[in-house]
């Protein structure tokens, strides 16, 4: 296996980074702030993040089929068009719950965007950490965002042995993909909500999203909507 190299490459401390999304078409990365309101792209090749905010906590975005990209916007599924800066609503659920907002969204191999408003939650290691964001390489293996737990963890989702573990500079993992050429590379967001001064004087770092390398495995392409 290769030499392990963990690198920020985007210090925006977003406040809930959250959906990294490898766009391999236009070569940048994907993600979201949740309660930043921002849709965010990075690029690769000039080192810089491109932002679009909108209006309403977005919690996922996705590639589309027909191009651009689909957002979860409040409760709401919308289209993104990203040199328009456009975004329109697709469908509208739960309208008369107005504190409530959709919590994660993907698409399925059929191209079907799946999001809710809910889940259940289990601790991986007592009192540690809680499982976040999570993505998949070729080889069947699952790889988990340990919130509060620094770290990205490999697991055989048939024996829920864990098979790898790698440290991050900071607590609040949330989510994680892969990406690049080959998808060998692989990108980690994290949040900054919630800590104070001083937890963010040691973890100047925190809300950046990461960059992974030489971890020996490859990622599996993330899915478009298909509508």
Same mark, same amino acid.
């Given at each position: 296996?290769?030499?392990?190299?963990?690198?920020?490459?985007?210090?925006?401390?977003?406040?809930?980074?959250?959906?990294?999304?490898?766009?391999?078409?236009?070569?940048?990365?994907?993600?979201?702030?949740?309660?930043?309101?921002?849709?965010?792209?990075?690029?690769?090749?000039?080192?810089?993040?491109?932002?679009?905010?909108?209006?309403?906590?977005?919690?996922?975005?996705?590639?589309?089929?027909?191009?651009?990209?689909?957002?979860?916007? $409040?409760? &709401?599924?919308?289209?993104? %068009?990203?040199?328009?800066?456009?975004? *329109?609503?697709?469908?509208?659920?739960? @309208? #008369?719950?107005?504190?409530?907002?959709?919590?994660?969204?993907?698409?399925?191999?059929?191209?079907?965007?799946?999001?809710?408003?809910?889940?259940?939650?289990?601790?991986?290691?007592?009192?540690?950490?809680?499982?976040?964001?999570?993505?998949?390489?070729?080889?069947?293996?699952?790889?988990?965002?340990?919130?509060?737990?620094?770290?990205?963890?490999?697991?055989?989702?048939?024996? $829920?042995? &864990?098979?790898?573990?790698? %440290?991050?500079?900071?607590?609040?993992? *949330?989510?994680?993909?892969?990406?690049? @050429? #080959?998808?060998?590379?692989?990108?980690?967001?994290?949040?900054?909500?919630?800590?104070?001064?001083?937890?963010?004087?040691?973890?100047?770092?925190?809300?950046?999203?990461?960059?992974?390398?030489?971890?020996?495995?490859?990622?599996?392409?993330?899915?478009?909507?298909?509508?």
């Amino acid at each position: 296996m290769s030499s392990i190299k963990i690198e920020c490459i985007a210090d925006e401390s977003y406040r809930i980074g959250e959906s990294p999304v490898w766009d391999e078409k236009e070569g940048v990365l994907l993600c979201v702030d949740i309660t930043g309101r921002k849709v965010c792209r990075w690029s690769p090749v000039t080192k810089q993040v491109q932002a679009i905010s909108v209006d309403a906590p977005v919690s996922s975005v996705a590639l589309r089929k027909s191009g651009d990209y689909v957002v979860t916007l $409040g409760t &709401r599924f919308a289209a993104l %068009k990203w040199k328009e800066q456009l975004v *329109t609503t697709i469908a509208h659920v739960d @309208k #008369d719950k107005t504190n409530n907002r959709f919590n994660d969204g993907k698409v399925d191999p059929a191209g079907r965007y799946f999001a809710g408003n809910r889940r259940s939650i289990y601790r991986l290691e007592k009192e540690e950490s809680i499982p976040d964001g999570m993505c998949i390489d070729t080889e069947g293996k699952l790889w988990v965002a340990c919130y509060d737990g620094g770290r990205v963890i490999r697991l055989d989702p048939e024996t $829920g042995k &864990r098979l790898q573990t790698v %440290k991050l500079p900071v607590d609040k993992t *949330t989510s994680c993909c892969f990406g690049g @050429k #080959d998808y060998s590379e692989m990108y980690v967001t994290s949040a900054s909500d919630g800590m104070d001064k001083e937890w963010l004087s040691r973890q100047p770092q925190a809300g950046g999203v990461f960059k992974i390398t030489g971890l020996g495995v490859k990622g599996v392409p993330p899915y478009p909507f298909a509508g």
